[in-house]
């Protein structure tokens, strides 16, 4: 169980997006631009998506959420396109896991655990 409040989550999630959004207004000036704006993107969209968790099912909803989701990223990429956005992803990720204060999951160990529940 997580014991973060619902609105300091929020309120820090919200501060990571606008992060993020900043991130994608200057991504335009750095030497590879389309790569920095599917990173901002990817992180900016998980973040969205994360409030919206937690503020309709709550902190523990979105925790679950989270690690699967974390679990889930791939490890090789089919393209930079790709890569750009499950980098931005695992780092919206991995800054929700510190906001709640825990570690993030490894991800081998959790498809691991995953994986053999299924079976």
Same mark, same amino acid.
């Given at each position: 169980?997580?014991?973060? #409040? @619902?609105? %300091?989550? /929020?309120?820090?999630?919200?501060?990571?997006? *606008?992060? &993020?959004?900043? !991130?994608?207004?200057?991504?335009?000036?750095?030497? !590879?631009? %389309?790569?920095?704006?599917?990173? &901002?993107?990817? *992180?900016?969209?998980? $973040?969205?998506?994360?409030?919206? /968790?937690?503020n309709e099912q709550g902190v523990d909803h979105a925790y679950r959420y989270a690690v @699967?989701? $974390?679990? +889930?990223?791939? =490890?090789?990429?089919?393209? @930079? %396109?790709?890569? #750009?956005?499950?980098?931005?992803?695992?780092? #919206?990720?991995?800054?929700? =896991?510190?906001?709640? +204060?825990?570690?993030?999951?490894? *991800?081998?160990?959790? @498809? #691991?655990?995953?994986? &053999?529940?299924?079976?």
């Open positions: 169980m997580i014991v973060v #409040a @619902k609105e %300091d989550v /929020l309120k820090g999630l919200k501060k990571f997006k *606008r992060l &993020a959004k900043q !991130d994608l207004l200057v991504s335009n000036f750095t030497a !590879d631009p %389309d790569f920095w704006v599917k990173q &901002a993107e990817g *992180r900016r969209n998980e $973040y969205g998506n994360l409030m919206e /968790l937690v @699967k989701k $974390y679990a +889930g990223l791939p =490890f090789t990429f089919a393209d @930079k %396109d790709q890569e #750009a956005e499950v980098i931005g992803t695992s780092q #919206a990720l991995e800054m929700f =896991f510190t906001i709640l +204060g825990v570690q993030p999951p490894g *991800r081998k160990e959790v @498809k #691991a655990k995953h994986s &053999a529940a299924q079976l």
